[in-house]
């Protein structure tokens, strides 16, 4: 196939409550900094000529290096004290998926996600067995606490004395962090990956959208690719990503359109919270949130930008 194709790249950190009062010039400053290295590792595949897969996987993993979201390192806590992670993978061009829920010890589970990927017999893998397979395919193992973080363990014992006696999770105050990355590279391949430690104190066990296929991540050459942040259970019940693909192909919207009515039309209808980052298979992308704000960036052949609220962050 001929390069004639230009590359886009969006990225996430993550939808959620984001006052702009309570975030200092300093912290904005890092995060701001973290989301322009992760659009630096994902620029770099891409303007060498590199896969959407490789691209995503590397944004993500560089999001997942960052203690300041919620993925890899700085992983939330779940309601027994440990940090339990997800992630998956998608690449447009054939369908093929990888993904991973509670995951207690791959350093990067975006990276063993993309291993699951590549291999046709297994889509998804959960809990120990995840983890002792990832080893067995050499990705980098760690311990759990690895992933602590002293900001992550306040929130986590402030969401717990909300919820003492509380069996189920309240949502209703989401905190951002989830991570994700949608690209098209010049041979017209879209892919997309997303990454998590989950909601803080989520029930030990809780599965999210962002290891579900079709939830918080979707890619398909016929029409775009997308990740998603917010409350995950109602991403997994709007089935967000693979809804705009399905809007795009048998509805004939466009991408911004579709990705619009499945955020505010339907997640965000049936009480949900959150965004999406899409990328479309004509090089377009849209970023829509029903949030407070949404961590997002991306890069083109031409530019590159990062956001927080509606405007620019420079
Ligand atoms: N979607 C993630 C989950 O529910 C959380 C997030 O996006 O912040 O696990």
């Known amino acids: 196939m ?36 992760s659009l630096a590792a994902g620029e770099k595949v891409l303007a060498n000529g590199g896969s959407a897969v490789e691209a995503v996987c590397a944004a993500v993993e560089s999001l997942e290096n960052s203690e300041h979201f919620n993925a890899g390192k700085g992983a939330v806590y779940a ?21 991973v829920a509670n995951s207690e010890r791959v350093k990067n589970p975006v990276l063993f996600a993309k291993e699951l990927l590549a291999n046709k017999d297994v889509v998804m893998m959960s809990g120990t067995n995840a983890d002792a397979l990832a080893e067995k395919l050499g990705c980098e193992m760690v311990d759990n606490n690895y992933f602590d973080n002293d900001f992550r363990k306040k929130q986590w014992e402030q969401a717990k004395k909300l919820s003492e006696d509380a069996i189920f999770l309240d949502h209703s105050n989401l905190k951002m962090g989830t991570v994700g990355a949608v690209a098209i590279d010049m041979d017209g391949n879209v892919a997309s990956a997303t990454s ?27 029409t775009c690719a997308v990740s998603c942040t917010g409350i995950g259970e109602f991403f997994i019940r709007a089935t967000v990503a693979s809804l705009v693909s ?25 009480g949900g919270e959150g965004g ?4 479309g298979s004509d090089g377009k992308f849209t970023m829509p949130y029903n949030s407070g704000g949404m961590y997002r960036g991306f890069v083109t052949n031409e530019e590159k930008k990062v956001f927080i609220w509606d405007e620019e962050e420079l």
Do not use: P, W
């Open 196 to 222: 998590t430690g989950g909601m803080t104190n989520k029930l030990d066990g809780r599965v999210g959208d962002t290891a579900i296929i079709g939830c918080g991540t979707y890619a398909n050459n016929k």
């Open 276 to 279: 999406l980052i899409a990328v």
């Open 2 to 37: 001929s390069r004639k194709q230009k590359f886009s790249l969006c990225i996430h950190g993550g939808a959620g409550v984001i006052s702009q009062d309570e975030l200092s010039d300093k912290e904005k400053n890092l995060i701001v900094n973290d989301l322009r290295k």
């Open 79 to 99: 309601r027994g004290g440990k940090h339990f992670l997800e992630a998956s993978v998608m690449e447009g061009a054939n369908l093929q998926a990888g993904a």
């Open 246 to 270: 399905n809007l795009m192909e048998f509805g004939k919207l466009s991408l911004e359109e579709a990705s619009r009515i499945a955020i505010h039309e339907h997640q965000g209808k049936m």
